[in-house]
């Protein structure tokens, strides 16, 4: 395997980042029902959140991996940080639409403009800022029910888990990259509170995308200052 590292902004999103897997915290009183119903129920709950992304991608004979700390605010307001242990080295800004906005640490009066498709602001397979947005995650699974089984997980991080799996095959979700389109199987791992743990994602038995989510902060109060 070859280990690529990120464009030369060096703000290439890893992301195996692997399917947004983001937060969902279960309100008080959610509805009962499979894991699915449950985070269907609890989405409209979560204002804003931010989580930690550990993030591993393989295209062809390429890999990557890389540490992400990801923010949202509804309705459309995204920070995407490029970590190397606990301190970010390049930032990208979203706040809606096709373009984003992204800037080397330390340099924010240096920022670049460009589409959110840019390599330079896109991991080894294209996902980017919009692509771990917890509610479009939510709905591609809630919309392709038909596709979805819902099982028994492992323990992750020490919690028991509800694996989702949805066959996707010829089905896209919001904030795919062009190289999702080969994607065959998606799974998501969510604690019996409502957080999803872990994504991953296959090409048929190949596993080309794999997150480990943690650290999570739901309905903090993010100000403007957290996306600029």
């Not at 947005?133 to 028994?152: K, N, P, T, W, Y």
């Not at 994602?201 to 903090?220: F, K, Q, T």
């Amino acid at each position: 395997m070859v280990n690529r590292s990120w464009g030369a902004f060096g703000v290439r999103l890893g992301a195996a980042l692997l399917a947004v897997v983001l937060p969902c915290l279960l309100p008080t009183g959610a509805p009962a029902g499979t894991a699915l119903d449950r985070l269907v129920g609890a989405r409209s709950s979560v204002d804003d959140y931010s989580v930690t992304i550990e993030a591993h991608e393989a295209l062809g004979k390429s890999s990557q991996d890389r540490g992400l700390h990801y923010a949202f605010r509804k309705p459309a307001q995204a920070r995407l940080d490029l970590m190397a242990g606990t301190r970010s080295v390049a930032t990208i800004l979203w706040s809606g639409g096709d373009s984003v906005v992204a800037y080397r640490s330390g340099l924010s009066f240096l920022r670049i403009r460009g589409s959110a498709e840019d390599r330079r602001f896109t991991s080894l397979r294209g996902n980017g800022v919009r692509t771990p947005v917890l509610g479009d995650i939510v709905a591609c699974f809630e919309r392709h029910q038909s596709s979805v089984e819902v099982r028994s997980g492992p323990v992750v991080n020490g919690q028991p888990t509800d694996e989702i799996v949805l066959e996707r095959a010829g089905i896209s979700c919001a904030g795919d990259s062009p190289a999702d389109r080969a994607v065959t199987r998606d799974i998501i791992e969510v604690s019996r509170r409502g957080t999803i743990l872990m994504r991953r994602r296959y090409e048929g038995p190949e596993l080309v995308e794999a997150w480990n989510l943690r650290d999570y902060r739901i309905n903090a109060g993010f100000d403007d200052r957290v996306f600029n």
